[in-house]
Structures are given as structure tokens and as C-alpha cells.
């Protein structure tokens, strides 16, 4: 009977998702965002929609438009919203994806890739395409000031494109959202983990029970992060779907196909990787405020909510 029993296969069991953990990643998003990843977001956007724009020009274009504040347009409330429900709608659905893919067979490696993939699918979908357009429309819509004409509000922006265009007038671009959340989360994942493990070769951590460094996990982090930057055009394409700039020699209605044509034959291959540095820089900001201010945050929500915080960060 012991036999058996230690054949056995251990149990599989769902991973709970606690309040814990989803005020943990909203707490971190938050703060992302509101500090430098909001400007890297502009800088990025601007760059995407301005293809004839280098970095100085860039910069200088959203001075133009308000000083520091330029930084941060687009960050109430849309990039708040994206920020608080991300960890939610990604966690939740990841948590999911990755159990059905192990029921299924699959090892833990690309259980968490097919997790990760789903929640970044579910992500843009749920929030990020109404929230990424919004933004997008704040940084790239002619200003009315400059004509002498009133300049439209936030929540007046979006109710014209909503009584315009409706539901699809505001999620422009989410196929794009779907496709970049779903390649970046996937690659992000296995390269992060390829640099890992070269980091852990290189200090003679082969033993995975032997914690890396908080700088080791920044750096095998921010190597994927920017590894991952290899799907930038599905980017200048989704900003270019949402951008609100006058160009007649735009295709009227827009796919991801005909925008993708449309960016190579007017701005070349360098033109669809224009914004490729500043998101770079995002996503190496990201993994510090994850993985720097993570034990930190942990800790808070524990002291807060009485529970143990079982989410990576």
C-alpha cells in the first residue's frame, strides 16, 4: 500500500486568489505609473504617433503641451484605471489558465507562460483597450487652444468618441492591446527566466532553492523586459489605430493589417520601432518598483489585510 502510495503524483491544487495579492499588485501598479512610468508611457506614445520624431523633439513636443504636466497626460483617470484593475483581471485569469494548462499536463514552465498569455488577453480586453485609447487620444489630439477654440475636457473627449463611434470608437486599437499584451507577457516570461538562469551559472546558483539577489532578480527581469521590446511595431501600430492626428493618407478604417502597411511604407522599419527606447526604460522601471519595493509593499498589505501574501512580485 505505501508503494502506491508514494507513486502517486502530488495533488494539483487551484492557487487561491486573495485580496491580499490583488491590493499588493494595484498598490505597485499605482505607484509605477504615477512616478516615472507614466512619462516613459508618453515619451513612448508620443515617439509612436510622431515617427519623425527623435528623442529631443520628442520631449520638447510634450513640453509644449502643459510643462511637467505633459508628463503625466492621460494618467487620471485612465492610466489609474488600467493601473488598479491590472493586477486583478491578469492575476485572476493567469491563476486560471495556469491551473487548466497543468490539468491538462503541461509543466509548471509553460503552465505560467500559457497563464500569463491568457491574463494578458483577458487584460486588454476587460480594461486596457478603452484605457490605452483614451491615453493615447489625451497625447495626440490636436489641441483646440491653439485656434483660440475651448480645449475639451477628459470626460468630455471620451463622451464624443462614445455618442460618435460608440463601444468600438473607445476600444479602438484593442486588437493590437490583445496582441502585444499576449506576445509580451509570453516572451517576457521565458526570456526572463533564459536570464535567469544564466545569472544563476555565472554565481554558482544552479540550486533553485538558493534565493537570488534583489539585483540579480532586476537585472535577469530587466534583460527580459528589454528582450521583449522586440514586438514594439504591434505597439506603433496600436498607437497609430488610436492616435488622433490628421492624415489623409490614412486608411479610413483602420485594421492592424492596413495600419502595419501604411507605418512601413511611409516611415520604413525605423518607423516601427520608433518609441523603442523609452518603453525599454518603462519596462526596466517596472521591474524595480516589482521587484525593489516588492518586500516592502509585501509587508504592508500583510500588517493591513491579517493575510500572507502568496503572489510573485
Excluded at 498598490?27 to 512610468?37: A, D, Q, R, Y
Excluded at 486583478?88 to 494548462?101: D, K, P, Q, T, W
Excluded at 497563464?115 to 489630439?141: N, R
Excluded at 533564459?194 to 532578480?217: C, F, P, Q, W, Y
Aim: charged share 20%; proline share 3%.
Amino acid at each position: 500500500m505505501s508503494a502506491v502510495v508514494k507513486g502517486e503524483s502530488p495533488k494539483l491544487e487551484k492557487k487561491p486568489v486573495k485580496f491580499s495579492n490583488l491590493l499588493l499588485g494595484s498598490g505597485l501598479n499605482m505607484f509605477e505609473v504615477s512616478t516615472l512610468g507614466q512619462p516613459l508611457e508618453v515619451m513612448k506614445t508620443t515617439m509612436a504617433a510622431n515617427r519623425g520624431d527623435g528623442m529631443a523633439s520628442a520631449v520638447a513636443r510634450i513640453w509644449s503641451r502643459g510643462g511637467v504636466f505633459g508628463f503625466y497626460q492621460g494618467l487620471i483617470p485612465w492610466a489609474w484605471i488600467e493601473a488598479s484593475t491590472k493586477g486583478a483581471v491578469l492575476l485572476f485569469v493567469a491563476s486560471e489558465g495556469e491551473y487548466y494548462a497543468k490539468s491538462f499536463g503541461a509543466s509548471n514552465f509553460v503552465a505560467g507562460i500559457s497563464g500569463g498569455m491568457l491574463g494578458g488577453l483577458a487584460q486588454a480586453y476587460a480594461t486596457m483597450g478603452f484605457c490605452t485609447c483614451m491615453k493615447t487620444v489625451e497625447m495626440t489630439k490636436h489641441k483646440a487652444a491653439a485656434t483660440g477654440q475651448k480645449v475639451p475636457g477628459t470626460m468630455e473627449t471620451f463622451m464624443n468618441i462614445y455618442r460618435a463611434e460608440g463601444i468600438k470608437g473607445i476600444n479602438k486599437g484593442v486588437n493590437a492591446v490583445a496582441v502585444r499584451q499576449v506576445s509580451n507577457w509570453g516572451s517576457r516570461f521565458g526570456l526572463s527566466r533564459v536570464a535567469e538562469n544564466g545569472i544563476r551559472s555565472m554565481t554558482g546558483k544552479e540550486d533553485h532553492t538558493i534565493k537570488l539577489s534583489a539585483l540579480e532578480k532586476v537585472l535577469a527581469s530587466a534583460i527580459g523586459g528589454g528582450l521583449s521590446a522586440w514586438n514594439q511595431p504591434i505597439e506603433v501600430v496600436r498607437v497609430e489605430m488610436q492616435s488622433k492626428k490628421d492624415d489623409p493618407n490614412r486608411p479610413k478604417k483602420m485594421t492592424v493589417g492596413n495600419t502595419f502597411s501604411y507605418i512601413y511604407k511611409s516611415s520604413g522599419i525605423k518607423g516601427l520601432y520608433r518609441g523603442v527606447a523609452p518603453r525599454i526604460g518603462l519596462g526596466i522601471w517596472q521591474t524595480v518598483c516589482m521587484v525593489a519595493l516588492g518586500d516592502v509593499a509585501k509587508e504592508w498589505v500583510e500588517s493591513l489585510t491579517g493575510e500572507a501574501v502568496t503572489a510573485k512580485h
